[in-house]
């Protein structure tokens, strides 16, 4: 069975670590922290990419990249929605909503956040070095 349909999934994948790693890149520090997992997963798509062009693979194996793409989607879209949630945390001005936006930033599970992203990461590098 041909690998045919997963390039677009693939190249999608890869757009949305770029973007969403450029938003973090550049966000105040404590969203940059995370930034260089999401790099690392940009990488290991990109970089892997054109290796799925001619690949074969079977009903299982695709069932199986699918679930880890998505995954990795998930994670990234949640990331993003994270970081414009409390964009205000990096403004100049000192205001009340962002000391409380400090505070909550503080509490959200950014350590879930990771730790799903380094997962999703793992599992693909996996996959695709296997």
């Not at 299982?60 to 998930?74: M, P, S, V, W």
């Amino acid at each position: 069975m041909s690998f045919g349909f997963g390039i677009g999934d693939i190249l999608a994948v890869s757009r949305l670590a770029l973007d969403v790693y450029s938003a973090y890149k550049d966000a105040p520090e404590d969203f940059r922290n995370i930034s260089h997992e999401i790099k690392s997963l940009h990488i290991i798509v990109d970089r892997h990419k054109d290796n799925f062009r001619d690949k074969t693979l079977n009903m299982d194996e695709e069932r199986q990249l699918r679930e880890i793409l998505q995954g990795c989607t998930n994670v990234l879209e949640d990331l993003d929605k994270l970081r414009i949630k409390y964009m205000s945390l990096g403004s100049a001005q000192g205001s009340s909503a962002q000391a409380i936006d400090r505070i909550k930033w503080s509490q959200e599970n950014i350590v879930e956040l990771r730790a799903r992203l380094t997962s999703h990461t793992t599992l693909l590098n996996t996959f695709i070095t296997r």
